[in-house]
């Protein structure tokens, strides 16, 4: 009985747990939508900035450090900060 049980113990916290791994990324602001809280660097990334984030205060053509993880699909940053 436990052939089956460990195995299917193991298999199911393999299945149901996803671990977002955080990932760094810096560049230049090509863009920003501010109505879909996103901004895309010059590598083509585009990413959604957290509510705390005001996008007003980045321009294009700044260069930002971009801390995000992947959510659903997208990469939802979780903060955004002028590079140095």
């Known amino acids: 009985m436990n052939k089956v049980i460990l195995p299917a113990i193991a298999a199911m916290l ?4 996803s671990v977002a791994l955080a990932a760094d990324a810096t560049g230049k ?3 920003i939508d501010a109505a879909k809280d996103t901004l895309t660097l010059d590598n083509g990334s ?3 900035a957290p ?5 007003s205060t980045f321009k294009v053509g700044e260069k930002v450090s971009v801390n995000y ?3 659903n699909g997208k990469m ?3 903060s955004i900060k002028p590079a140095t």
């Open 14 to 17: 393999l299945a149901g747990g």
């Open 29 to 31: 602001i090509t863009s």
């Open 46 to 48: 585009t990413y959604t």
């Open 51 to 55: 509510a705390s984030v005001k996008l």
């Open 69 to 71: 993880s992947m959510s």
């Open 76 to 78: 939802e940053a979780a």
